[in-house]
């Protein structure tokens, strides 16, 4: 059974980095596209970037609060995906999640606590 696991989160200052980290165990084939939600305290979850395989490309997408500051990257190797987050500000705060989506299966991390105090 596959589980994706997450790691790096924490606590933060204004104004500085946090890198997460969300890796998948067990057996997992022909991941089309990671992605990194993160939910605020009474706030809907909200996607705040993607990376997709485009075969020798992958393409990257993000929220337009996150843009400039965040960037997601894949190792294909290790079926991980990273989230750099830099410049973090309060509004970043909140509880975030992975997300691996592949031919036939949609697998979600155990989401990571991330606190920007300023």
């Known amino acids: 059974q596959v589980q994706l696991v997450e790691s790096g989160g924490g606590l933060v200052q204004v104004g500085g980095s946090l890198r997460l980290s969300c890796a998948a165990s067990?057996?997992?084939?022909?991941?089309?596209?990671m992605y990194w939600y993160r939910q605020a305290p009474g706030k809907q979850r909200e996607l705040v970037a993607g990376?997709?395989?485009?075969?020798?490309?992958?393409?990257?997408t993000y929220a337009d609060s996150v843009k400039g500051r965040f960037t997601i990257s894949r190792d294909n190797a290790k079926n991980t995906v990273y989230l750099q987050m830099n410049s973090l500000k309060p509004e970043d705060t909140g509880v975030y999640y992975c997300?691996?989506?592949?031919?036939?299966?949609?697998?979600w991390g155990q989401g990571t606590q991330v606190t920007v105090s300023s």
């Open positions: 997300n691996f989506i592949g031919p036939d299966y949609n697998y």
């Open positions: 990376v997709r395989s485009g075969g020798v490309t992958n393409y990257a």
């Open positions: 067990g057996s997992i084939f022909g991941i089309k596209a």
